[in-house]
């Protein structure tokens, strides 16, 4: 007997969403054929899918994840980064050297030291250990400039749009270059600090009206106003 | 005021406070109270008032303490020295120690602990004001910290209390009553899954009384968990516009 609770209602951990033969998805858990939520969010289901989109929730790492992390701790091979997770994740030196590591020769905190922030990419991690991040990619490594701004990870699929349009016009209008986090941290580097705040002030202002429609537009309307206000006093 | 007054319940029936036998005090609840906390809420209950807050799932401290398979959950309830007519002294007592471990133990088995291995989740419940019960009141607030920070849960937990005063099974004792009452029986449930997880008796009663002041908590506790689940969805409700426009915005897109 299949009942359900409407599309996009509010549910807390513990309410009955569906009955009978469904699959729990995401944030749900089942119990004798009953399918309870386990997280604050909104009920979405499939066919035969049911899923809570859950509306608080913290970083857990996932391989091939890109994340943004403050060295914590230098090691006697390595570095202790924190990304905002339940979980503190490892760097080797051997990695970030690009070369095999020799204690003789080589100083960690030369290279990276504590609260130096590094773009970094989950290369492991499973229940038993503690992520792995490596940089050894083009586009990672220790960040030397640009601006850093953190947000809540559940909102990082707003800034991104859909199909990534709302970043690339923020990229696009402010000629920025901006480096998204799946952690919630973001990296925002552009030709000048006017133009980094000028992002920053995007970003702000989609975390913080990121529950209206039609907010690429606004967005695209602020920062055009912005740039041609900045334009006419340099002139 | 700490003189045991002649009567508890008066000749209509009603007890110091006006209530009848089965009401309960009137409570408030608030989600989202402190920035600095993962997950907080704040319950006043009749006079109480207490402020629970969550942190974790976090790293493990000292790191003996972690557990391969599930996390540890820690809990500290704790009485403001000002908390009570006499001041309190700040070191937790003896009672502090024991309604730790005893809330710990009743919001354990409503935690998903399993899904992350080798944390922590801190959980602290903060009395400001005590007039009885606290210990229901904190386990309701902690419960609503909990779903507050985002920790996956079976189910929330609500707890509320039933004892006897002058051979009467009365809902809800507050201090006076809980003083000069001969039994207090504290209940806590997980309502969906219709489990209890805790259930203290103080004093004595018989098998009958026993039965009825225990049915009467988890009637309680119902009535409890509604006003629970309102605090916590009024809490989420602005969040759950910004999630709906963006699914919206997101089939538009797609038709």
Redesign the interface.
């Known amino acids: 007997m299949p009942i359900l609770l409407e599309k996009r209602q509010l549910v807390v951990p513990g309410d009955l969403i569906a009955e009978g033969d469904y699959i729990a998805g995401d944030n749900t858990y089942k119990e004798k054929d009953k399918i309870y939520a386990s997280r604050v969010g909104i009920v979405e289901y499939e066919t035969k899918k049911v899923d809570v989109v859950a509306l608080k929730s913290f970083y857990i790492p996932r391989m091939g994840d890109i994340v943004i992390g403050t060295i914590t701790e230098v090691g006697f091979n390595g570095w202790m980064v924190d990304i905002n997770s339940p979980y503190p994740a490892l760097l080797r030196a051997s990695d970030v050297l690009s070369r095999p590591f020799k204690p003789q020769k080589d100083d960690l905190p030369q290279v990276l030291d504590a609260g130096d922030l590094v773009v970094a990419k989950v290369v492991s991690y499973d229940r038993t250990h503690d992520p792995h991040l490596t940089v050894a990619e083009p586009g990672l490594g220790k960040i030397t400039r640009g601006q850093i701004l953190k947000v809540t990870p559940t909102k990082v699929p707003r800034i991104i749009g859909r199909k990534g349009s709302m970043i690339s016009m923020i990229k696009q209008e402010t000629g920025c270059n901006i480096i998204l986090g799946v952690n919630g941290v973001v990296l925002i580097t552009g030709k000048t600090l006017e133009d980094e705040q000028l992002a920053m002030m995007a970003l702000l202002k989609i975390e913080a009206e990121s529950h209206t429609t039609g907010l690429t537009d606004r967005i695209t309307q602020m920062l055009k106003e912005e740039k041609s206000k900045r334009g006419g006093k340099t002139e | 005021m700490n003189e045991k007054p002649e009567k508890l319940i008066d000749k209509k029936g009603l007890r110091l406070d006006g209530r009848k036998p089965d009401e309960l005090r009137p409570i408030k609840m608030e989600v989202g109270v402190i920035s600095n906390a993962?997950?907080s809420a704040y319950i006043e209950w009749g006079k109480n008032k207490i402020v629970a807050a969550v942190y974790?799932?976090?790293?493990v401290h000292p790191k003996h303490l972690a557990l391969?398979d599930r996390s540890v959950v820690k809990c500290r309830y704790h009485m403001a020295s000002f908390s009570v007519q006499e001041r309190k002294s700040p070191a937790p007592s003896r009672r502090e120690i024991e309604l730790s471990k005893v809330i710990r133990e009743s919001l354990q088995p409503?935690i998903?602990t399993e899904y992350?291995?080798?944390?922590m989740i801190d959980v602290f419940i903060e009395v400001l004001q005590a007039d009885g019960g606290t210990r229901c009141a904190g386990i309701t607030a902690a419960a609503l910290a909990l779903?507050?920070?985002?920790i996956?849960?079976?189910?929330?937990v609500v707890s509320c209390a039933a004892g006897k005063i002058e051979n009467t099974i009365v809902l809800d004792l507050f201090d006076t009553e809980d003083k000069a009452g001969s039994a207090d029986v504290p209940v806590a449930l997980?309502?969906?899954?219709n489990a209890v997880t805790l259930l203290q008796m103080d004093g004595i009663l018989t098998h009958e009384e026993f039965e009825k002041a225990v049915n009467m908590a988890l009637e309680g506790c119902k009535t409890v968990y509604a006003l629970q689940?309102e605090a916590?969805?009024t809490r989420?409700?602005?969040?759950?516009?910004?999630?709906?426009?963006?699914?919206?915005?997101?089939e538009e897109?797609e038709e």
């Open positions: 993962n997950g974790g799932p976090r790293e391969q409503a998903f992350y291995p080798r944390t779903a507050d920070s985002g996956p849960m079976r189910d929330l997980m309502p969906n899954l689940k916590l969805k989420y409700l602005n969040v759950k516009g910004e999630v709906e426009t963006e699914t919206k915005e997101e897109a």
